[in-house]
């Protein structure tokens, strides 16, 4: 399954760095010209990426063991303190081992603290269900005043980084395991929280991706237009607050969308982009995303067609809402 | 020191009230709860171990005090009243719509509010934060962490109480309300816990056990913590749930009294034990 033609991550696009990767360098180096800043680490520095910015700011540097309870109300009372506290873990331990603090220690107060989630969704593959992070969009966005955020490569994810530091108040940021595809150059990379990139035009329909759907969604539109369908794609890179602009512009201009995420269907970028589209100008909306189960062991190529998150079934998908708006 | 001590003891007098009168007055709350921690918040905010300025709640170097019971709120929002963070009368807007002084604390919303508390366990970690900011900041304000014996049960504490020791926090104290009651019944039954200091020092913290109704020992207990060096310190501080009240909680038939105001018939008599002084 390892060929060119199998999906996965290989599209034509160039292999750049994982999102985790990109992080760690961002964070190491905005660190250095921002004494404020300071990291809490659950024992997982060298899976997160922190490390850099540890071995570099070992006085700024707290690693608090696996516990990830304590490692979110520790960074909560560095920030009550003045601090810009950055933790980081694998998204599903972060969001759902440590809920109740990330409400009751940073969302009530709205403290400043840095939540990034790594390791999220099927594609770190082989490791298996218990370490995929899938419902951590969903419970970010539970928490009120949180921005969610979820860039789909190497330098957005930078520029997420420098936007997530210098927001004032909680965020969370989800990166990935895995080296995705180059979809942004270093001056290309606009992160404004909020603010949907274009990164295609076209009148037929609009496949609102993120993540690692943004590459599969690129590949889509290529496919389509060759069917004579055009497609514009949106990177949704920030699922709260979602850009209701963009979204509006879409439904009017092009009458149906796709959404395409490596997330479970309920409570993710499919759920706000729908609840936002049904008030504004409701058209027809089809989902590419995990549905309602849990993944399993594999090679992260074979489990993302395994479980549909492909160009092809975001093609069908296209085609579907396509039909939708005609009938 | 003997005119200090009469002046705390009045003071804890006067905060026993304000807790009585504004649960009465709010129809619901956690007197007996807050009651207890009395002499300890007294003497943290007005016994000198506390620095800091009521008309400016974010003084960088002021020392921290976190209420992690945030179901003993009454007993903090007397000690911010009485210090000067907000009106005194806004205390009898207790739990009522459009008031700051909620049910539980909320940092948000009310000045000298250090933590929003009230889901239990959480406070320490919030202190940890504290301490090591201040640390990082090169600066010398101290921390003080108040749980319950029954919110021990919460396993967060206890990560808490390694990452505590593991980073020599002689900056922080945790004092630890141990008033015997949770909310369904003695706290030894519901989860024993016991040996709460033995637990602490094997930890690696520093731990006292004190009688935490006695303000000479508090205060001597709070001197001894300032003293530590290179460890955390806690206090076990056992105290009576109600202490203040507690012949009419008899009378009454309820010696936990968990979660639940004085009706208004009985504010009187409660008033009168606490000026009484029993």
């Known amino acids: 399954m390892a060929g060119a033609s199998s999906g996965g991550l290989q599209t034509k696009r160039e292999l750049g760095k994982a999102t985790r990767d990109a992080f760690g360098r961002a964070l190491e180096a905005i660190g250095e010209n921002h004494p404020e800043i300071v990291v809490v680490d659950g024992d997982v520095s060298n899976s997160t990426r922190t490390e850099w910015f540890g071995k570099k700011h070992p006085d700024r540097f707290f690693n608090v063991g696996i516990a990830e309870s304590n490692l979110v109300g520790v960074a909560a009372g560095l920030a009550a303190s003045g601090k810009t506290s950055v933790i980081a873990s694998f998204a599903a331990f972060i969001t759902c081992n440590a809920y109740d603090q990330l409400r009751m220690s940073v969302a009530y107060p709205g403290l400043n603290v840095k939540v990034v989630g790594s390791h999220a969704g099927i594609s770190i593959g082989e490791d298996g269900a218990s370490q995929m992070g899938v419902e951590d969009v969903s419970l970010a966005c539970s928490l009120p005043g949180f921005v969610v955020m979820v860039p789909a490569d190497e330098e957005s994810t930078k520029a997420a980084t420098k936007a997530m530091l210098e927001h004032q108040g909680p965020v969370y940021l989800r990166v990935g395991r895995p080296d995705v595809p180059k979809i942004y150059t270093v001056s290309s990379a606009s992160f404004q929280i909020g603010k949907a990139n274009k990164l295609r035009d076209g009148s037929d329909l609009t496949i609102v991706a993120n993540g690692i759907m943004v590459s599969l969604a690129l590949d889509a539109a290529e496919a389509l237009e060759s069917q004579g369908i055009k497609a514009r794609v949106l990177d949704m890179h920030t699922v709260k607050p979602i850009d209701r602009d963009a979204l509006l512009a879409a439904a009017r201009e092009t009458g149906a969308l796709v959404v395409a995420e490596e997330h479970l269907a309920h409570g993710g970028l499919g759920s706000s982009v729908a609840y936002t589209v049904a008030e504004l100008h409701p058209v027809p909306i089809r989902y590419v995303n995990l549905l309602d189960q849990f993944a399993e062991s594999g090679a992260p190529d074979e489990l993302l067609e395994k479980f549909g998150l492909t160009a092809g079934k975001i093609g069908e998908a296209a085609k579907a809402a396509v039909a939708a708006k005609k009938g | ?278």
């Open chain 2, 1 to 278: 020191m003997a005119n200090n001590l009469d002046a705390l003891l009045a003071r804890a007098k006067s905060i026993r009230e304000d807790i009585v009168r504004m649960t009465t007055e709010a129809g619901s709350g956690h007197p007996s709860s807050s009651l207890s921690a009395t002499e300890v918040v007294t003497a943290l905010y007005f016994g000198g171990f506390l620095r800091h300025d009521s008309k400016n709640p974010h003084w960088p170097d002021r020392d921290r005090f976190i209420l992690s019971k945030g179901h003993a709120a009454p007993v903090l929002y007397a000690a911010l009243a009485q210090s000067g963070y907000f009106p005194h009368d806004e205390i009898m807007t207790l739990r009522k719509t459009g008031s700051p002084v909620e049910g539980h604390p909320n940092m948000k919303r009310l000045p000298g509010v250090e933590a929003s508390t009230g889901s239990l366990g959480q406070g320490l970690s919030i202190g940890i934060g504290h301490a090591l900011a201040a640390r990082v900041d090169r600066k010398d304000y101290h921390t003080y962490v108040m749980t319950g014996d029954g919110e021990l049960d919460e396993g967060q504490n206890w990560e808490a109480a390694a990452a505590a020791a593991k980073f020599g926090l002689d900056n922080l104290t945790l004092i630890v309300d141990r008033n015997h009651f949770q909310q369904t019944g003695p706290a030894e039954e519901v989860l024993n816990m016991d040996p709460i200091d033995g637990k602490f020092t094997a930890f690696g913290w520093k731990t006292q056990v004190i009688n935490g109704n006695d303000m000479r020992e508090v205060l001597t207990a709070l001197d001894r913590a300032n003293a530590v060096k290179g460890m955390p310190t806690c206090i076990v501080s056992l105290t009576h749930k109600g202490q203040g009240i507690l012949n009419l909680l008899r009378k009454l038939g309820d010696t936990n009294f968990h979660g639940k105001p004085l009706p208004l018939k009985y504010l009187d008599e409660a008033l009168a034990e606490i000026a009484a002084g029993v």
